[in-house]
């Protein structure tokens, strides 16, 4: 093909060439103003194609902007104020056992063996953040709110995205710093407003995001687990002891003789967050 | 076509011609560039990522589906039957996240057209290179990791703790056996989300490899020799 035209060039592809030229020249000529109709149909036609250009993308970005897909691991890097950290999954602690994390709400880390039933339950007091953190690992997205201000229409807006909802949880959380706050395995986003427009963005960017949790395909309800969505192990206020699990899973006590005196270094919630390099839950692979 | 004044309006108009050139340039280029966007906006989703019976990918979702297939009996069985909570917690979680996957793995096969489970002419692991298979008592390959049908056996007549000593045992030689398959896939496999769940599959057992061993110890016992 290549070198058919080059053959063509000289002798053929020229002459056919030169006619169009001068027909076009010819008709500028012989008109000897602006060419208003070659002009108009440029116009149109550049018109006509911006269009398409402009319906082509708004269709494909709205469409595809909130879903995750093999060329958009992490959809909700796209949203605003939302904070990444990377965690370890696979860590477990038991039922007495407490984990001393490094965000609050947690959105990843150790977690007990147990994860809380996530088949779209509003629980209505608070839940141990150790079984929490457990159910995001398997890709639930667990809306998390200050009793003290949302309340009333907010409540059940809030409410209205969960009850039922596969791999989605809502629990109160005293003390929340914000209103509302919405968990995924090593994502948080903090809000004001259950009118916010990045809540549905965020459940649909992340929940059962086979890219961003570390579990594809773990399961939600709890029929085998010993945990009873109807009696789910309580919240608890108090900031962990020394004998607590740190980020990095491991225990400074309470292994061994949970003695009062363990080595003195309360596991710091500030510490630089724990294993982030390990983390499968990073975007970039 | 040809008219005779062609010097005179070269002359006339240069500058006026190369402005038809390049407008004429552009707008073909904008109604080319414009259909194959509708073009491809009509097709978006149906992306020709078909991997061949060949490939790693084909090879080894239909071989890991079969790896986690006997995970889910051996969870299975240990949800049911082990006295130790921990441990069953521990079965119900590989059971249920691994038959998710292994839904995953023979919907993508049958996406692609494949068969579902390894055709009976083709070996397991014949996708991976270096793969360490060992054969049962009857000289039938298995991948890495598998437990032979005498470990199955013996692993239904046990009760108790040794019940759960050898679900652990089994399981953490399994996981080590899933997690060298599912590495190679992650760094080998050509659709990019076949190389995902392979790596979320090796991270995974990762963690779980050292999960078992940490039970094992608390209870006593050691991983199976070899």
Not at chain 1, 81 to 110: I, L, M, N
Not at chain 1, 219 to 225: I, L
Not at chain 2, 43 to 62: K, L, N, R, Y
Not at chain 2, 82 to 107: N, P
């Amino acid at each position: 093909m290549a070198s058919g035209t080059q053959k063509k060039g000289p002798q053929g592809g020229k002459g056919g060439k030169k006619s169009a030229v001068s027909a076009a020249r010819a008709s500028v000529v012989t008109k000897k103003g602006p060419p208003w109709a070659l002009i108009a149909g440029i116009t149109a036609i550049v018109l006509l194609a911006g269009g398409v250009f402009s319906y082509a993308y708004f269709q494909v970005s709205a469409a595809q902007k909130f879903i995750a897909s093999d060329d958009n691991k992490d959809p909700s890097e796209a949203i605003n104020g939302v904070v990444k950290v990377a965690y370890a999954s696979g860590q477990h602690v038991q039922a007495t056992q407490r984990v001393a994390y490094d965000q609050s709400p947690p959105f990843g880390g150790p977690h007990d063996g147990v994860w809380a039933d996530c088949t779209g339950i509003v629980y209505p007091a608070p839940v141990r953040n150790e079984n929490m953190v457990h159910t995001l690992e398997h890709g639930t997205v667990w809306i998390a709110y200050n009793p003290d201000k949302v309340q009333g229409a907010e409540l059940d807006k809030l409410k209205s995205k969960v009850e039922g909802t596969a791999y989605m949880v809502m629990s109160p959380y005293p003390g929340l710093d914000r209103p509302i706050s919405l968990q995924s395995w090593g994502h948080q986003l903090k809000l004001d407003s259950a009118e916010d427009e990045r809540i549905d963005q965020f459940i649909k960017s992340l929940r059962a995001n086979n890219y961003q949790n570390p579990e594809p395909g773990g399961r939600c309800d709890s029929n085998q687990t010993g945990f009873d969505p109807a009696n789910p192990p309580p919240f608890v206020a108090e900031k962990p002891g020394a004998d607590a699990v740190g980020m990095d899973g491991k225990n400074p006590g309470a292994s061994t003789a949970p003695s009062a005196s363990a080595p003195a270094s309360t596991p710091a919630p500030a510490s630089t967050p724990a294993a982030p390099t390990t983390s499968a839950a990073a975007p970039s692979q | 076509m040809t008219t005779p004044d062609e010097p005179t309006a070269r002359s006339f108009s240069s500058g006026r011609s190369t402005l038809v050139y390049v407008a004429a340039a552009v707008v073909v280029l904008l109604v080319g560039a414009a259909a194959g966007m509708l073009i491809t906006l009509a097709t978006t989703g149906s992306a020709p990522e078909t991997p061949g019976a060949d490939s790693i990918d084909v090879g080894f979702a239909q071989d890991m589906r079969v790896h986690h297939l006997q995970a889910i009996t051996m969870a299975g069985m240990a949800r049911d039957r082990s006295e130790d909570t921990e441990v069953r917690q521990l079965a119900f979680d590989i059971e249920s996240t691994q038959l998710d996957q292994s839904g995953q793995l023979s919907g993508w096969l049958t996406a692609w057209g494949q068969p579902t489970l390894s055709p009976p002419d083709q070996p397991h692991m014949r996708w991976m290179a270096g793969a360490h298979t060992h054969s049962d008592a009857a000289g039938v390959d298995l991948m890495p990791g598998m437990a032979t049908s005498e470990e199955l056996m013996k692993l239904r007549a046990l009760k108790g703790t040794e019940f759960t000593v050898y679900f652990l045992q089994l399981m953490l030689r399994h996981h080590v056996g899933g997690l060298e398959m599912a590495t190679y896939a992650a760094d080998h496999a050509r659709v990019g989300y076949v190389r995902n769940l392979a790596q979320k599959i090796a991270s995974g057992q990762k963690a779980e490899v050292d999960l078992l061993t940490t039970m094992l110890k608390a209870r006593g016992a050691q991983p199976l020799p070899g």
